[in-house]
């Protein structure tokens, strides 16, 4: 069974601040993929990011980042300076075991006020 | 490039009265195709997926259903609403079956059961 939880329901700061969205999954495949998903008010799922689970190299993007580590089961994401457009809920998700179906978690709302 | 198309945007229909929700992909050819129902409260049930043509597996017994008559496009279905079928409908499309395939989602319909 796979399971991903985002223990933060909901994160409000204010613009330029940095702020870590946390995601910790459990899987018991070694082979897996982890995304995360952009949802702003509008509605639509915007994929942002894939990782699998034999590279555990952080990554960039201009001001988000992610940083994967295997040893806590942890692929948080962070946003530096963030700006009023980063509000949004943002989600985590796993697939493994050659599934094409993924678990997502229940999501984080991020409100950047100016 | 690939471009998921959902309508309609949003929909208000009265209790017991039909429902047919239309998701199409282009510029791929026999995609994965998913639909996804968000309640109030953000978390993201799966409800329908389609691995070709005719193929259709249900997650969740409930009055909807569904089918995918072309290789491109998913269609929601339902004889009789619910005030419990309000929501948010989300199709998503995925490259293949795999687990490292992302699924994009589609722009969503917003609707409001009376």
């Known amino acids: 069974a796979q399971k991903v939880t985002q223990a933060q329901t909901e994160i409000s700061v204010v613009e330029k601040e940095d702020v870590t969205l946390d995601c910790v999954y459990e899987?018991?495949?070694?082979?897996?993929?982890l995304f995360w998903y952009k949802q702003p008010p509008s509605g639509e799922l915007v994929f942002l990011i894939r990782?699998?689970?034999?590279?555990?190299q952080n990554e960039i993007s201009g001001r988000y980042s992610w940083n994967f580590q295997k040893s806590t089961s942890s692929f948080n994401f962070t946003i530096t300076a963030s700006q009023v457009v980063d509000s949004a809920v943002y989600f985590c998700?796993?697939?493994?075991?050659?599934?094409?179906?993924?678990?997502f978690g229940r999501g984080t709302s991020l409100i950047v006020h100016p | 490039s690939q471009t998921i198309h959902q309508w309609p945007a949003t929909l208000v229909q009265p209790v017991g009265s039909p429902l047919s929700l239309e998701c199409t992909v282009e510029?791929?050819?026999?995609?994965?195709l998913y639909w996804y129902r968000q309640a109030a409260g953000r978390g993201l049930q799966l409800l329908f997926y389609?691995?070709?043509?005719?193929?259709i597996s249900s997650e969740v017994p409930q009055n909807l259903s569904a089918s995918r008559p072309q290789d491109r496009q998913f269609i929601l279905s339902s004889k009789k609403l619910l005030l419990s079928d309000s929501g948010f409908y989300l199709c998503?499309?995925?490259?293949?079956?795999?687990?490292?395939?992302?699924?994009?989602f589609g722009p969503g319909t917003r609707l409001t059961v009376l």
């Open positions: 998503a499309w995925s490259p293949g079956p795999q687990s490292a395939d992302t699924q994009y």
């Open positions: 899987t018991r495949d070694t082979t897996y993929y």
């Open positions: 990782r699998n689970s034999f590279d555990e």
């Open positions: 998700a796993l697939k493994s075991g050659g599934s094409y179906i993924p678990t």
């Open positions: 510029g791929t050819s026999n995609p994965n």
């Open positions: 389609s691995v070709g043509i005719g193929q």
